[in-house]
């Protein structure tokens, strides 16, 4: 027994022709796609970017060591970057937030000033003008700039709470810090982790730029190799080699977030907690009691 096709305002069942030219349309793009990561496998066979010359430095284990290394400078920088960020974005966030004029104005142009400033810039400029080492130059650099991104994330969550959560916690005597951390932050953080998340992401990719100012961090490592004239510059193994770490290091912190998220959703502090059937209150005085049947 088949059941009658229904529509709805937002969305219509596509009918066997629109079905049989998505089909078309998903075949097409499927061979389109084949084809061109057959095109690109052609040139770098053709290239000679899978000789054994090109590969050989692998299987070293002074290589395999360096890119080590280089992998836990990376880490190491993102890692300090990281709760840095946080800590900078929280505390120019609540800034945002004061009801002092001048604090949130000087809160304001801090984190307009290190967003629109280039990371880069702001990495040369600590390195170079103030003469820091390469790891606290970077670390610096990445803190300012994803710490003021990170500001108006918390900013703008916060905001995101409905207004009737605040003014009830207000009627119920809470001061405004009780407010913030009971009420408002805890209901925020659901809608800020995936830009929080997306955020450091990004940080995790800016540690790239400490090979700019000698930080001897994964790209750099890769960039020794790949410059390497005894192996034939392989430039594109070691890209090959780098580019899946770095994809698995992002896809990492998102399975992570996922991971915070359905945690945060089986708390018994934020689930719904079941309510008793209503029952026969204490009667007033001079109430009178209904007769039983």
């Avoid at 000087?106 to 990495?123: C, G, K, Q, W, Y």
């Avoid at 003021?148 to 119920?172: C, I, K, M, N, P």
């Amino acid at each position: 027994m088949t059941t009658p096709m229904t529509t709805t305002a937002l969305y219509d069942i596509p009918g066997p022709r629109t079905r049989q030219r998505h089909r078309l349309y998903g075949l097409a793009s499927t061979v389109a796609i084949l084809a061109l990561l057959g095109w690109i496998i052609y040139l770098l066979f053709s290239t000679g970017q899978f000789t054994a010359a090109k590969w050989t430095p692998f299987t070293y284990k002074g290589i395999q060591e360096l890119l080590l290394t280089g992998l836990g400078n990376t880490l190491r920088a993102f890692g300090i970057a990281a709760v840095l960020s946080l800590v900078l974005g929280a505390v120019l966030a609540t800034g945002q937030l004061s009801e002092h004029r001048l604090v949130r104005w000087v809160s304001t142009v801090l984190v307009e000033f290190f967003r629109a400033m280039p990371v880069l810039v702001m990495i040369f400029f600590i390195y170079v003008a103030l003469k820091v080492d390469p790891l606290p130059a970077l670390v610096a650099g990445l803190t300012l700039y994803n710490g003021s991104v990170l500001a108006e994330v918390f900013r703008t969550g916060v905001h995101s709470v409905d207004r009737g959560q605040r003014e009830a916690a207000y009627a119920l005597g809470m001061r405004k810090t009780q407010v913030m951390t009971h009420v408002l932050v805890p209901q925020a953080v659901r809608a800020m982790l995936p830009a929080i998340i997306s955020q450091l992401v990004v940080a995790l990719k800016d540690t790239s730029l400490g090979y700019l100012i000698t930080y001897e961090e994964f790209l750099h490592a890769g960039k020794l190799i790949a410059s390497n004239l005894d192996y034939g510059l392989p430039f594109i193994p070691v890209v090959m080699i780098i580019s899946p770490i770095y994809i698995g290091m992002c896809m990492l912190l998102s399975w992570l977030a996922n991971w915070v998220s359905k945690r945060q959703r089986r708390n018994p502090k934020v689930e719904a907690a079941e309510v008793a059937a209503p029952e026969p209150g204490t009667l007033l005085p001079g109430a009178h009691q209904p007769p039983k049947e």
